[in-house]
């Protein structure tokens, strides 16, 4: 006599909901509740190299910003190095980075300054181009996407990246390079992420 298999279901999901940045980042909510913000200056008032600020809109499947998303970021710092307990003498005084940041409520536009990270070295002992790391949560999305932001600025170094060089098509790289802009003295680097169509951003299973 063959056994009755019971299938257990789905346990239901829940995303992260319209008021993440509440919990994540309640300086920018109103919330006074840490000395210091996680914030938006990644790098610290000692880090060396080249000032930059990064910017850009989250995209949805229409082409619409999303007003509602957190993105956190982790780089190197200008010689290549991430502040590691690995690694503490490579990294200046104050060197976080790692930081948080949410879209405008009424524009979406997100944006952090920091410095120009230096090239790393990876795992397998393969030169990556510079880059910086984000995660992106927002009500909708069940799991945080990945994603890297290069340089446009880095082509040499872009084109001879191994994660670069994993994705097959050509248009789909383009989605992960900031585009440099000169603005009032600064540099700027503007990064918007889709999330879906024809254009959407490459994302990391890791």
């Not at 002992?125 to 880059?131: D, E, F, I, K, T």
């Not at 290069?150 to 994660?163: I, K, L, M, R, T």
């Amino acid at each position: 006599m063959k056994q009755k298999l019971n299938y257990l279901k789905e346990t239901p999901s829940q995303t992260a909901g319209p008021f993440v940045h509440i919990g994540l980042a309640p300086g920018a909510a109103g919330f006074d509740i840490y000395d210091q913000e996680l914030g938006t200056d990644i790098a610290g008032p000692n880090a060396s190299g080249e000032r930059i600020r990064v910017e850009g809109l989250v995209i949805d499947g229409i082409g619409s910003p999303v007003k509602d998303v957190m993105l956190e970021a982790w780089q190197a710092n200008a010689a290549g190095s991430y502040a590691h307990p690995e690694h503490p003498g490579d990294v200046e005084d104050g060197f976080r980075g790692w930081g948080r940041v949410i879209t405008n409520f009424e524009t979406g536009e997100w944006g952090f300054d920091t410095i120009k990270p230096g090239p790393v070295m990876g795992r397998n002992g393969q030169m990556m181009a510079p880059h910086i790391n984000l995660w992106i949560v927002a009500r909708g999305i069940n799991v945080g996407l990945n994603t890297r932001l290069y340089f446009s600025d880095e082509e040499e170094a872009n084109s001879a990246d191994p994660v670069i060089n994993l994705i097959e098509w050509e248009r789909r790289r383009k989605t992960l390079i900031a585009q440099r802009v000169e603005r009032d003295g600064a540099t700027v680097y503007r990064f918007d992420i889709c999330l879906q169509g024809d254009n959407e951003t490459v994302f990391f299973d890791i």
